[in-house]
């Protein structure tokens, strides 16, 4: 039987060997836990865009696992309804994905996390602890804007260069005397009569020439005198006759 001997210089290379591996192993391991996904990636947060409300989810998994995060809306400890539910691809910087939600002021929502790695292997199936609180306030509303006053229409002044209008420009004329009658027009006022009584107007000069003057009345008075005392003398003229033939022929 033969024996083969080691020497000490080839053992303790072999452990110094071994050492090593199992150092760069334990290495590797931890350093593939640090990258992989977790639920300490991930935060939640209530805040308003503009007067709505939103519900941001961000992940900052260095690894870009991708994660499929759910938010529901919690009433005493149990969800009332889900929110909205999307994928998201974390990065080292972060990526955030946002849901639309008009929160009340402190309702609360679970936000759940579910990552499956490569592998198939769930590496994250957990909610963010604790739930999201929305804000005591409420997004506020736009103030309604107050609509601008009209400008005041400015008023046009003469400049200096131009003249003001004369007294003649600006007053109308005034009316001329009214025209001296015609030469024919005083001749026939002077030949209607030489005593001072008024000319009749020209609405009254027909009712002259159809007899309705004023002294028509006076006129017919005496005419109808006239008749009843012509008719009176031929009354008594008659009866003076008979009398005095009745006498003769006795």
């Known amino acids: 039987m033969t024996t083969v001997s080691i020497s000490r210089r080839t053992a303790r290379t072999v452990r110094i060997l071994g050492v090593a591996s199992a150092s760069a192993a334990l290495a590797l391991g931890v350093a593939g836990n640090a990258f992989a996904c977790s639920i300490k990636d991930f935060s939640a947060e209530a805040k308003c865009d503009g007067e709505k409300g939103i519900i941001t989810v961000k992940d900052v998994d260095p690894s870009g ?12 400890n149990a969800d009332e309804r889900m929110v909205g539910e999307q994928e998201v691809k974390g990065s080292r910087q972060g990526t955030t994905v946002t849901f639309a939600e008009d929160w009340e002021p402190n309702a609360v929502y679970r936000v759940h996390i579910k990552a499956v790695g490569k592998n ?14 929305a ?7 736009k103030a309604p804007s ?16 131009e003249p003001e209008p004369t007294a003649s420009e600006s007053e109308p004329a005034t ?3 009214s025209p001296a009658p015609s030469a024919s027009e005083s001749t026939a006022a002077s030949a209607g009569g030489s005593d001072n009584a008024p000319s ?13 003057n004023s002294n028509t009345g006076l006129i017919a008075g005496i005419a109808a005198a006239l008749v009843v005392i012509g008719g009176g003398a031929v009354f008594f003229g008659l009866r ?9 022929n006795r």
């Open 65 to 76: 696992t991708p994660a499929t995060v759910t938010v529901f809306l919690q009433n005493n």
């Open 120 to 133: 198939g292997k769930v590496l994250v199936d957990k909610d963010i602890e604790p739930n999201l609180t």
């Open 135 to 141: 804000p005591s306030t409420a997004c506020a509303a």
């Open 146 to 161: 107050t609509p601008a006053s009209p400008a005041e229409p400015e008023t046009s002044t003469p400049s200096a260069s």
């Open 175 to 177: 009316e001329s005397a």
């Open 200 to 212: 009749p107007a020209i609405g009254e000069s027909n009712l002259a020439e159809t007899g309705a």
């Open 240 to 248: 003076r006759r008979g009398a005095s033939n009745d006498n003769s």
